[in-house]
Every structure is written in C-alpha cells, then in structure tokens.
C-alpha cells in the first residue's frame, strides 16, 4: 500500500504541473481569469478552458457555465476573459487539459486500489468499541485528498481517531 500511495503523490505533483501550464497558457494570453476564481482546475475554471478550445471567445458566454459556488458575478468573471487568443498558446492549453485530466483518472484509480487494501488490512483487526464522532472538518475531499472516508478506515484499523490530535488529518496521519 506504501507503494501506491507513493505513487499517488507523485500522480498529484505531475497533474499539479500541468495545471500551471494551463495556467500560464491563460496568463501568456492575457485572460487573468485567477483573479476572480480561485482554481482554474475547478468545475468553471476547467468549464471555461473547455469553452475556449472548443473555439469560443465571447467573455460573456465564456463565464456562462460559472458554478453556483463561485462568489463571483458571471459578469465579474466575464471581464478578465478578454485575451489575446493565440495558436501557440492554444497548443500548449490543448495538450495540458487532456494530460491533467488523465492524471485526476490515474489519482482515483489509485484511491479505488488504495481502498481495496483496506478493505481487506481493516477485516484483519477487530472492531473498536466505541463509533467514530463526527468529523468536524468538511463533508466533500479537498483537492488532493482520496474520494474515500480515509478516516473511518484509519479509526477501524488503529481502534482510535488519530485526527483528534491537533494538527493531524486523515492524510498526515496515513499508513506509510
């Protein structure tokens, strides 16, 4: 298991850099769509980096598909989208989507893996007495945590909830 989480890390570091090619293809371009969304590998961010390859350059229809959690107007996000659309820019956006994409399938074939090898280490160990209190960070995983309940495997396998110790997560607190 080790292994494949060491694998995972360097699955999100590589996946991590093509983001910021993304993100310096937008900037080449003058589109300084960072400042009014937080991460462009986000649901509007990689909406609008789709608009835009599939050859749209209005700013207004460009900040359409905006998700209703950014805090931003899509008036807001429409005005940082007006760029210098050139090929060569457009190239290195076109390679960069795909490959981040392929690197976020590979990080949750990692977690589907990760969570077979718990599945079977957690059934090897019995049960602790007491159930897990409520996690009292947030209910969806952040960027790079697994799509699992990390957690509650933890607290199966040691018989304790490690992320009660300030400071510590789920992930600092993993198997390797």
């Known amino acids: 298991m ?52 599939a050859g749209e350059r209005n700013p207004a229809k460009l900040a359409e598909p905006r998700d209703p959690k950014v805090a931003a107007s899509a008036k807001t996000i429409a005005q940082p989208l007006v760029g210098d ?18 690197y976020q399938k590979w990080i949750t074939d990692c977690d ?32 790079n945590e697994p799509r699992f309940d990390l957690r509650s495997y933890q607290y199966r396998i040691f018989g304790v909830d490690l992320t009660s110790v300030p400071g510590v997560s789920s992930l600092t607190s993993r198997f390797c």
């Open 85 to 102: 659309y050139r090929s060569e820019h457009l190239f290195t956006l076109r390679q960069s989507l795909p490959a981040y994409r392929q």
């Open 2 to 53: 080790r292994s494949i989480w060491r694998h995972r890390e360097a699955l999100v570091q590589m996946a991590s850099v093509h983001g910021q090619h993304m993100q310096k293809a937008l900037d080449q371009m003058h589109i300084q769509l960072h400042h009014v969304i937080s991460d462009i590998t986000g649901v509007t961010g990689l909406a609008i980096v789709d608009a835009i390859l």
């Open 112 to 143: 589907v893996e990760i969570e077979k090898h718990l599945l079977v280490f957690s059934k090897a160990t019995q049960e602790p007495s007491k159930a897990l209190s409520k996690s009292k960070g947030h209910r969806k995983p952040r960027r």
